[in-house]
């Protein structure tokens, strides 16, 4: 019976500790990590998030991202000098080859051509150089906070660095890209050469979740001696969809690992809720210089906020950053943004969403709007 009885205790204290194990954070071989929610970039949990590192071939994230807001799918990607010599090249170049913008994104995304990043940094901007601006500028209007990049495939660089937390915010953005979204949920594929015409290759993709870990859908992995083993990974099932974000990890390998150990901790531990909900948000405002008086506001989109395991959906609630009064001289058209609805958990603001005109107010003379005008002092 004693061994029984100490049998049965060993089993509770090893299960025990199995739970308490399980309710805490992930162990990750990477030196720095996050992982959020991919439509908010809430964070689920994170390590080191904010220390700065060489971010590898996850820079042509941004390269990417950049190529398909400023080319055309179909434009003529030549690859110059510059770009057949760039160091590590995938693919068998010559001087003088060409793709489409479509067809170079999808190699520089799949099998991380490096020479394919530089001939679109000089198809968009020109250069190298003016490029790296480019991406330093969208890095900081997407809230990059430490991050500075010196050129378009992420080869070593001293002054080329970036965070865990500040490549999410990339990444993020990029997800909201439907043509980004295609083309890094793609295990394989081919591209054709403009020129030469008979020419073309095979791509597999260097992610290895796809296919493997269930929901993977992208996004790009990263690796040099100087960086260690970097990667971008999203997954989504359901309607929760996370990004993991692993940099210097110890090798090819173990940064899939890191990933598939945050991507199971952030699935037990999320759910979504309505946050805000557009059909629900009516407001009101007064117009001054106008042929009506007053104006519909409504929210943009609906927004599905993520909750971890103990918190408490009665705590979100919506507050509205918007003007009492807004001006019509030059006309207001339907869907301009007037304002914020933010979303508040416990009170502190955790994501916001546009207030958009529902209609448009043409510029002019109305009683009503001339009453506005003189009753301004009192109704701002």
């Known amino acids: 019976m004693k061994k029984l009885l100490a049998a049965i205790m060993i089993g509770v204290a090893l299960a025990m500790n199995a739970i308490a ?18 439509s908010t970039g809430r964070i689920i949990c994170e390590k080191n998030a904010d ?15 950049l190529a398909l807001e400023k080319l055309d799918p179909t434009e003529e990607i030549v690859m110059g000098r510059d770009a057949v010599t760039t160091e590590d090249n995938t693919l068998d170049w010559s001087t003088g080859d060409s793709v489409s913008a479509r067809d170079m994104i999808t190699a520089v995304m799949l099998v991380s051509e490096n020479g394919g990043a530089v001939a679109l940094a000089q198809t968009v901007a020109g250069g190298e150089v003016r490029f790296a601006d480019m991406m330093n500028a969208k890095a900081k209007a997407l809230g990059c906070k430490r991050s500075h990049f010196a050129n378009s495939n992420g080869l070593p660089d ?22 980004f979204r295609e083309i890094v949920d793609t295990r394989r594929t081919s591209i054709r050469w403009i020129y030469p015409k008979d020419k073309w290759a095979e791509l597999n993709n260097t992610n290895e979740l796809l296919g493997k870990y269930k929901g993977a859908n992208g996004i790009k992995t990263g690796w040099t001696r100087a960086a260690g083993g970097c990667l971008a990974a999203s997954a989504k099932r359901g309607e929760i969809e996370l990004i993991a974000v692993v940099m ?24 979504m809720v309505d946050g805000i909900v557009s059909e629900r948000v009516e407001k009101t405002v007064f117009v001054r210089g106008g042929k009506q008086a007053t104006l ?17 959906p009665n705590l979100l609630k919506v507050t ?25 958990y416990d009170g502190k603001p955790v994501a916001r969403v546009p207030l958009i005109a529902r209609e448009s107010v043409a510029e002019g003379f109305s009683l009503g709007s001339l009453f506005v005008r003189l009753a301004a002092p009192f109704l701002s």
């Open 158 to 179: 001293p002054n080329h660095y970036s965070t865990a937390a500040d490549m999410a915010r990339i990444a993020v953005y990029c997800l909201k890209n439907d043509a």
């Open 296 to 312: 519909r506001v409504g929210a943009a989109r609906d927004l599905n906020f993520p909750l971890m395991a103990g918190e408490d």
């Open 51 to 65: 220390t700065p590192h060489e971010p590898a071939s996850m820079t042509k994230m941004l390269t990417c991202i």
């Open 320 to 344: 509205y950053d918007l003007p009492r009064i807004v001006d019509a001289e030059r006309g207001i058209d339907e869907g301009k943004v007037l304002g914020e609805a933010v979303l508040r």
């Open 21 to 38: 194990y399980a309710a805490g954070e992930p162990k990750l071989a990477a030196e720095s990590a996050i992982l959020v929610e991919a």
């Open 248 to 271: 210097r990890s110890t090798d090819h390998d173990t940064r899939f690992d890191d990933a598939e150990s945050l991507f199971n901790y952030g699935f037990e531990r999320v759910r």
